[in-house]
């Protein structure tokens, strides 16, 4: 059974970072690709940033590209979103998302997810 266990989240205010980890358990993480997505309150879950399984290639939105960072450790089965420069409107709760191609979760499509992490970026 795969697990996918965010955390990392909490309140920080704009300007600040945070990093989130997800620790990934029941799959080989090295032939696995991740991903973030989050989900602000009354609107849709969007994609936020993508690895793929060797760390070689990465995906970002727009909205994020220079501000955030996704990395992962194989040896630790875990990924990292290292997330500066923080704005109010990235208040979200952010999930950990798993799947076989770092493109498919690119277009927002994954096979596994965590339970999610808030994320509150005050003014």
């Known amino acids: 059974q795969v697990q996918l266990v965010e955390s990392g989240g909490g309140l920080v205010q704009a300007g600040g970072s945070l990093r989130l980890s997800c620790a990934v358990s029941g799959r080989t993480f090295s032939s696995t690709a991740m991903g973030w997505f989050r989900q602000a309150p009354g609107k849709e879950r969007e994609f936020v940033a993508a690895?793929?399984?060797?760390?070689?290639?990465?995906y970002s939105a727009d909205s994020v590209k220079g501000r955030f960072t996704i990395f992962r450790d194989n040896a630790k089965n875990t990924v990292f979103l290292q997330m500066n420069s923080l704005k109010p409107e990235d208040t979200a709760v952010y999930y950990c998302?798993?799947?076989?191609?770092?493109?498919?979760?690119?277009?927002?499509?994954?096979?596994?997810w965590g339970q999610g992490t808030q994320v509150t970026v005050s003014s």
């Open positions: 998302a798993a799947d076989g191609q770092g493109s498919t979760i690119a277009t927002g499509r994954a096979g596994f």
């Open positions: 690895i793929s399984r060797s760390g070689s290639t990465t």
